[in-house]
């Protein structure tokens, strides 16, 4: 991957960004990070999407861009290019296929160019074959991503670029509200709780029941998303491990302070951003998402790591594969034993502030940008 060095522009852009969130996820994280260095560099940045989650600099305006009856699209479809008219917009910017979708009928009709950014595997069916909604051009967050555009929707390469994750470095909060019990290794379980990811959560909790036995020094944090969201069996051995290990087994569901609970981590099992920053803070990382990949990260694999954004995204469709209950047993064992060194964890942390660049980052999607506002 080549950084892009800043180039001269002639003006400042107006910049809209489109999400469909109907929950939280790191496709909105992706766009605010992202926006946060676009209104450092003067650009007027704007956002539209159903829901949002984070804290936010934009100047925010609900479209239901997520809901795909038929009649609300051609209203969106009017909606935004009334918007994209009344607000001067230069380029509209898609974070998701619902997004480019309505965006890229408002760039066919006079509407500014649609640019998307990809952030994981696209349903494989015969319209996504046939058609493509995302614009002039198509980003994506990681290798996997531009194999499975290229390969399985049979997109040009010459349209994709990777640039990975906008995911600025920050220092560690010790004073916030929240505090682990500094007696025990807490291992994090974070992600979202829908979804494949949440089965997959869902996986690891039944598998810690017996670890918890194994290591009485263990103690298990989630958060990312609510518990209720994982099946019902999931939620009942939950509640049966917070029921005997008292103190042991604690969830914070969706919650703003995920970053002030990792910092205290001995070590994390999660996937995409989460994974990256966890790493960035020197924590011992369990790579794990909707994908198959599913490693302890070290240097000998962190380049394949990067490629399926940390276990989120595979090369190609496969079928659910179960946790691997023997990795997850050497990652405790080597939190518990204190395996990891400060030299390595410091080399993997390196190594992830130089990926995740948000300026280089930033300014690799401004360029992609200039190409079609030339």
């Given at each position: 991957m080549a950084y892009i060095v800043e180039m001269p522009r002639k003006e400042r852009l107006r910049i809209a960004h489109l999400l469909s969130q109907l929950q939280p996820t790191g496709a909105e994280s992706y766009a605010i990070e992202l926006a946060k260095h676009q209104l450092r560099q003067g650009h007027k940045v704007f956002m539209l999407s159903d829901r949002f989650h984070f804290e936010n600099p934009c100047e925010k305006t609900v479209l239901t861009l997520g809901d795909r009856k038929f009649l609300n699209r051609i209203r969106n479809i009017l909606r935004l290019r009334r918007f994209s008219k009344d607000n001067s917009i230069d380029i509209l910017h898609a974070h998701s296929r619902a997004a480019s979708w309505v965006g890229n009928w408002v760039a066919k009709l006079g509407g500014p160019p649609l640019i998307s950014t990809v952030h994981g595997r696209q349903h494989i069916h015969t319209s996504s074959r046939l058609t493509d909604p995302y614009g002039s051009k198509i980003l994506v967050v990681c290798e996997n991503l531009e194999h499975h555009l290229t390969h399985e929707l049979r997109i040009s390469r010459n349209k994709i670029t990777v640039i990975p994750n906008l995911i600025a470095s920050v220092t560690p909060e010790t004073n916030g509200d929240i505090k682990l019990d500094p007696r025990f290794k807490w291992i994090g379980i974070f992600g979202r709780s829908s979804g494949p990811k949440g089965r997959k959560i869902g996986e690891w909790i039944c598998g810690l029941k017996v670890l918890l036995e194994k290591y009485p020094q263990l103690a298990i944090v989630h958060a990312g998303g609510p518990l209720a969201d994982l099946s019902s069996e999931s939620v009942k051995i939950w509640d049966q491990l917070n029921a005997k290990h008292l103190n042991r087994c604690l969830s914070f569901g969706f919650t703003h302070k995920l970053s002030e609970i990792q910092a205290q981590c001995s070590g994390q099992i999660g996937s995409g951003r989460i994974a990256a920053e966890g790493l960035m803070k020197r924590i011992p990382t369990l790579a794990s998402g909707e994908g198959v990949f599913e490693e302890i990260v070290t240097l000998s694999n962190l380049e394949t790591a990067f490629s399926s954004n940390f276990g989120d995204i595979n090369r190609t469709s496969v079928k659910d594969v179960l946790v691997n209950l023997d990795t997850l047993d050497s990652f405790i064992a080597s939190i518990t034993h204190e395996s990891w060194t400060e030299a390595l964890l410091e080399k993997l942390q390196q190594q992830c502030e130089i990926r995740f660049?948000?300026?280089?980052?930033?300014?690799?999607?401004?360029?992609?940008?200039?190409?079609?506002?030339?």
């Open positions: 660049d948000p300026k280089a980052n930033a300014l690799c999607v401004e360029q992609s940008y200039a190409a079609f506002l030339s």
